[in-house]
C-alpha cells in the first residue's frame, strides 16, 4: 500500500483529483441513491459504513473525516461513481470470475489464499472470530468452518470462508465478492479492496 517513490505518488493525487472531479459534476441525492450511501442535505455531506466505520464525505469538495488508507479513500470514491443501484442475488463469485479479471483477479485470488494461509496459521477459531468481528463481519452458516461478510462499502460486501486445520489439512481461507460487483468497482479497484481486508485482518489479530 505504501508509495515506492514519486512517481506513484504524483500518479495517484492524478486519479484522486479526477475521482473527485467526476463525483463534483453530479449531485449527492443521486450519488446516495446509486451508491446506498446516506446523504445528509442539510450538511451536505454524504454518511458511508466501511467495515466498523462510518465515514462522513463533505460535498462538493469530497474531503472526509477519516485518516483512512488513501489507496482505500480512493477506492470509495471510484465507488461512489461507478455505483449504477444494481441489486446482487447473493451469488459469491471469484475476482477472476469479475469481468476483466481473469489475468489480475484469479492472480490475486491465488495471491489471498497464500496470504491468509500463513495470516491464519496458528490462530484459534476464537480469535479469528473475534478479528471478524472487530472489523462489522456479520456471520453466516455455509459449508466451510467460518464464512463471515464484511460490510467494505454499503452494496458491496466481501466475503471470507475460512476451513480450520485438521490432521490431513493447514487452515486454508477465500475471499469472495457478490456477482454484481463488476456494477460498483473495476477488477483494479476489486483486488485493492481484497489487499485493505488482508491489511485489516492482519491488524486485527496484531490489536487481540
Not at 454524504?46 to 465515514?55: A, D, K, M, R
Not at 476464537?126 to 464464512?147: H, M, V
Not at 481484497?194 to 489479530?205: D, P, T
Request: glycine share 4%; charged share 25%; net charge negative.
Amino acid at each position: 500500500m505504501e508509495y515506492k517513490n514519486q512517481t506513484e505518488n504524483r500518479a495517484f493525487q492524478e486519479m484522486l483529483l479526477a475521482a473527485v472531479k467526476r463525483l463534483q459534476n453530479r449531485s449527492g441525492e443521486e450519488i446516495a441513491a446509486k451508491s446506498g450511501a446516506v446523504f445528509h442535505s442539510s450538511r451536505n455531506m454524504l454518511e458511508v459504513q466501511s467495515f466498523h466505520e462510518v465515514i462522513e464525505i463533505q460535498l462538493p469538495e469530497f474531503y472526509i473525516n477519516s485518516d483512512m488508507d488513501e489507496w482505500h479513500y480512493l477506492t470509495l470514491l471510484h465507488y461512489l461513481d461507478m455505483a449504477d443501484g444494481t441489486e446482487g442475488s447473493q451469488k459469491l463469485i471469484t475476482f477472476g470470475n469479475l469481468k476483466d479479471g481473469l489475468i489480475r483477479g484469479t492472480k490475486f485470488d491465488r495471491t489471498a489464499e497464500q496470504k491468509l494461509e500463513k495470516l491464519l496459521q496458528d490462530k484459534d477459531p476464537e480469535k479469528i472470530q473475534k478479528a471478524c468481528k472487530n472489523l462489522g463481519a456479520e456471520f453466516t452458516e455455509t459449508k466451510a468452518d467460518l464464512c463471515a461478510a464484511f460490510p467494505v462499502l454499503p452494496r458491496y460486501p466481501v466475503t471470507l470462508k475460512i476451513w480450520f486445520a485438521d490432521e490431513e489439512f493447514p487452515v486454508s481461507g477465500k475471499i469472495f465478492l457478490q456477482d454484481h460487483a463488476d456494477h460498483y468497482l473495476s477488477v483494479e479497484d476489486a483486488v485493492t479492496v481484497g489487499e485493505i481486508l488482508l491489511q485489516k485482518l492482519s491488524e486485527a489479530f496484531s490489536s487481540l
